[in-house]
C-alpha cells in the first residue's frame, strides 16, 4: 500500500492514453493476434504498438520512403524493430551465428549492438515477425520487456573474465533480469505458439499489477574502476563493492536517466543518487522494491514526467528511499563509495587473470554489417564458426571475443585482419557513440547514425592539426533529446533539433558522474565545426597532464559544472541564455 | 456458351450509354434479349412508330459453320468478320466455340471454316484442349461429307507456328474430308491476309450445288456511320496519357506503371476484361544497332519507318530464312536449314544478333523485307468505366533483361514506361476479351488470381462492382517479389476491403523469405476455404504469366479439389475441364 503521508503523484488526475491500453491489454495480448492476421497491411492497430513495446519490438516505417508512397498507393514501408533481451549482452558463438540467420534472412541484413548491451533487428515486416521471433527462441533467448514499461535488458561491466567481481555481475544481470520479468505468457502465445491454458484468465502481474510501470525501466550493474554501463544514467544501478577480491555488495544509485524534451525545462537529464548499500543477496530484492516504489508514486497522467527520476524529484530521495526499506522489510546499510575511471572500453586484445585472452572490437555507431573495406558482419561470423569462448556486447556497442584461448588468439587474430576488422581510428572515433534516428526512428529529428561517421572525419582533421590524434573524448549524438546514446554524459554531444541542425553540450565528466551543458543551439555542420575548433586547439595547448577535455572546459570557463539534473538548464553561457 | 452480344461503338447512343447497355447486355441470357427484343418492337407498334419491316431471306441460303479455337479472342473477332462476310455471300452462317463442339457436329456439316490459333510454343487453345483431343482420337468421326478451310492464327515468334490450324487441316483431311482451299498461315498482322483469303475461300466453300446470291440487301452494321472514327489495331486512336506512376518503390527491383489514358473524343468503350492494344515505338537505340548492323546507319528515313512501323527485334526461323534467301550467304543458309542449331540459336536472341553474327549490308527494301509489321502489346485493361468514365487504365511491368551480352527491355512496356510522359500520346484500340467477365448474377462468388500485372483486369472487376454498389463475395490472391516495395494498388484494397466491396485478400511475396512463396502456396495455405467457395458456385479467375504461374495455379486449383472432395488427381482435372467449359474457369494469361 502507497504510503498516504506522500504527495499526490501529479496534479492532474487523467491518466495518460497508455495506462489505459495497459489496463485494457487482458496482460499485454490486446489485438495483437487480429492485427498478424490481416495481410493488407503492414501495420498493427494503433493501441497494439504501445503494447508490442513490452514484447521487445516496435513498429517503424522507413522515413527515407515516406515521400514516395502515396503517389505510388502504398502505405508507409512499414517493418518492426525487434530487440533482444540479452542480461549482460553476452551470447554463445552458436547464438551468433543464428542471429546472423535472422537478420540476413528476415531483417535487413543488419545485426545493430546497442548502447544497453543487446541487439536489435531492424526492418522485419510483419510476415517475418513470427518466423524472426520464433528463431529468436530456439536460439535460447527472447525479447520480452526489451522495450515497454518495464524493467529492460540489465546491463553489467562488460568482461565476464576480468575478475570474479565481473564474473558476479552477469549472474546477477541475470537474476535481476529473469526474476522481474513479466508472468504473462502472452510473448510465447503469440510469437512461438505456446497454447493458452483453457478457460485461462490473464496471468497475474504479482510484481508489475495490471498496468505495469508508469514509464520504461532501467538498470545496470558497474563493477569499479570501469563505468562503461554509465551507471548513474539508470533508473537504478549497482555498483560492485569488492573487499579482497570478494564481492560484498553493492552501492545503490536510484534516479539516473537520460531523456527530456526540448523547450520544456522541467524534463531534465539526470545522474542517480546513491542511497545506501545492499549485500550480493539481497539485490534482486532491492531491484523488486524499487520498481514497487516507482510503481506505486510514479506519475501515470504525463508520460514525459514519469520515470523514476521525476519521481524522486518531487518526493525528495529520502522519502524515496524510506518507501524502498519499506517494501525491502528493512533499512539499507550506508554507501560505501567507490570512485571511476572512465566510461569507454578497453578495446584490442587484453589478457584476463584467467590467462584466456578478449579482443574488443570496436563497430562504428554499433552497426555489424559488411563495408568494402570492413566485412563486420562476414569476419564476425567467421569468427563465430571457430570461436570456442563467447561474445559479450558492450554498453558502448562494441563487442568483445571473450574467452580465447591462449592457443586459438593467433587464428582469430588472423581473421580479424583477414576482414578488415582490426584498423586503425582516431581516438575520437573509437570513444564515439550514436543512435539509429533516421531512417527508421520515429522519434528522431535529425540524423544521427548515418551522419556522425562524417562528422567525425572532419572533426579528425582539427584534432589532427591541434595534436589530439590520440586523445580520446568521449563524443555522442543522438537525433532526438531522448537519449539513447547517452548524450548528456559524453564530453561532446549533439543532439538533434531537426534536418542537420543539433544542439551542441559540453563539459560531462569523463567517468560518467556528471552531466554536460548547453553550449550552443541550433548549430549546422559548420558551426559546431567553428565552435569546436578554436575549443580544441586551446585545449591542446592549455591542459593540464592527464586532463580532459570535459573537465578543462570548466577549468578554462568555458562552460559550467551541472551539478545536479535540476540544475541541467541553468547557469547556461550568454550564446544560449534564454 | 455463346458470345454475348455487344453494341458497336458507332451505335446510335452517347459512349456511356453504349458502355451502360453492353453492361447490361453482356449479362443477359438469349431469351431475356429476345424479350427484350420483342418488347421494344412491340412497345414501338403499340405507339404508332412505323418500324422497319425486318429483311427476309427469300431463298434457303447454304448453311456454313465457322469454328473458331480462341485463346485471346483474336480467332473469335475473326470468325464474327467471317460470318458476316459469308452472310453477305448468302451463306446461313452459324458461329461455333471449339470449347462447345465436338468433331460429331462438325461431321454432319457440308461447308466448314475453321479458324484456329496456336498458343504459346504451338499448343491449341485451352478452351479448345478437349476438342483437339476428340479430333484427334482414333475414334474421330469421318469427315466425308465435309468441305473445309482453314485459317491458323499464330505468331512467329514461336517456334511451332500456327500448329493448332495444320493439325486440323491434316487431321480433317485425314478423316476423309475435302480441302476446299490451301491453309492460311497468319502472323500477328493478321488482318490483310485474312480479308483476301476469306474473299476467296467462301465462294469455294459455297461449291457447284450452291444457290445464286439471295437479292437481300444485308446491312453492315459495323459499317453504318462509316465517317464515324472506327478505332483499329491498323487505326489507333491518340490518347493523352494523363498520368503515369511507377507503382513500385524505389527500393524495388521491379518497375510496373500505373498508366491513365483519356479516352476523352473517341468514343472508345470497354469493358472490365477487355484489354488495350497499345502501338509502341522502338527505342531509337535498338534501332540504330540494327541499323548499324545491316550497313545502313545513317538513313534517317529507315530510321524513322523502323522506329514506328517495323518489328527490329523478335527473331524467328522466318526471319532466318528470309535472311539466308536474300543474302544468299551459305553460313547462314546452314543454319536456317539445321532445326537443331536454329533452336539453340534463336532463344533470347533479337534480329540484330541475327545481323551482327553474320554480318551483310544490306538495302533498306530488303532490311524492311526482313521485318514484320510491329504488332501492337495488349494490355488488360486496370480499370471500369463505370468508376473512371472516359478513361482506361493499364498496368504495364517494364521488361528488362540481358541475354547474350546485351541489355535486353520489352518494346511496348519500355515505350510506355520509359519514353513517354504525362500529356504524350499512346495509340490504342479496344479488343473485346467476352470471356472474361464478372458473372452475369452478382451473387455469384469470385476468386481472383492476379499476381504482378495480373491484378489489372481484377481492379477494373473491383472498381464495376464498387460503382454499381455490389459487395458481391470476392476473394483476390495477390503476389509479387516484396511486401513492403511491390504490393501494387496496396492503398486501394485496403479501401476495398474495409468497405467490404472486397470480401478477402491473401498475398504472396516471393523474395520476403528464403522460402519462395507464390499464389499458389496461400491457395493450398487456404484450400478449405476456397474448396468451399469453389463448391458454392464461385466462378475462377486467373489473370498473368501463363508459361508458370498459370499452369501452377491450375496444380493447385487441381490438388485443392481432390484435397477438399476426396477425389483422384484425374477426377479433380475433370471438374476443372468442367468449370472451364462452363464459364466458371477463366483465364486470360500471357
Redesign the interface.
Known sequence: MPDTNLPPPSKTPALSKNEGIKARSRALRGTIAEGMGNVVTGALAEDDTQLTKFHGFYQQDDRDLRAERGRKRMEPAISFMARLRIPGGRVSPQQWLQLNEIARERANGTIRLTTRQTIQFHGIIKGNLRPALSAVNDALLDTIAACGDVNRNVMCTSNPHASPAHAEALALAKRLSDELLPKTRAWHELWVGEERVAGGEPEEETLYGPTYLPRKFKMAIAVPPQNDVDVFAHDLGFISIVRDGAVIGYDVSVGGGMGMTHGETDTFPRTGDVIGFCTPEEAVAVGDAVIRAQRDHGDRSVRKHARLKYTIERMGVDAFRAEVERHLGHPLAPAHGASFTGTGDHLGWLQSPDGTWQYCLFIENGRVHDLPDRRLLSGLRAIANVHRGEFVMTANHNLIVAGVAAEDKAGIAALLLQYGMEQGMSALRLASMACVALPTCGLALSESERYLPDLITKLDAVMEEAGLRDQPIVLRMTGCPNGCARPYLAEIAMVGRGPGRYNLYLGAAPDGTRLNKLYRRDVDEKAILEALTPLLHEYAAGREAGERFGDWVIRAGHIQATTAGNRFHEDLPEAVAA | MTSPARLPTNAPFPPDAIAALNRVIEHTSPTQRSWLAGFLAGYEAASGTPATAPAVASVVRPALTILFATESGNSEALARKASKDASRLGFAPRVLDAADATPADLARTERLLVIAATWGEGEAPARATDFMAALMADAATRMDKVNYAVLALGDRAYAQFCATGHAIDERLAALGGHRAAPLLECDLDYDAPAATWLGTTLPALRGKEAEPAPSVIHVDFGAVGGEAREWSKSNPFEAEITDL???????SAKQTV?VELSLAGSGLTYLPGDAIGVAPENDSAVVEAVLDAAGLAGDTALHAALVSKHDVTTLSGHVVRSFAELTGDPSIKDLAGDPERLADFLPGRHVVDLLTAFPNKLTPAQLTGLLRPLPPRLYSVASSQAMVGEEAHLLVSAVRYQAHGRDRVGVASTHIADRRRVGDRLGIHVKANPHFRLPSDPATPIVMIGPGTGVAPFRAFMQERDAAGLAGKSWLFFGDQR???D????????DL?ERGVLGR???A?SR???AKIYVQNRMWEARRDLHRWIEDGATLYVCGDQTRMARDVHTALRDIIADGAGIAADAAEERLAAMKKQGRYLLDVY
Open positions: 506512376v511507377n507503382l513500385n518503390s524505389s527500393r500505373h511486401y513492403t516495395h504490393f501494387l494498388y496496396q492503398l486501394e484494397w485496403q476491403i485478400i491473401d498475398v511475396f520476403d523469405q528464403d
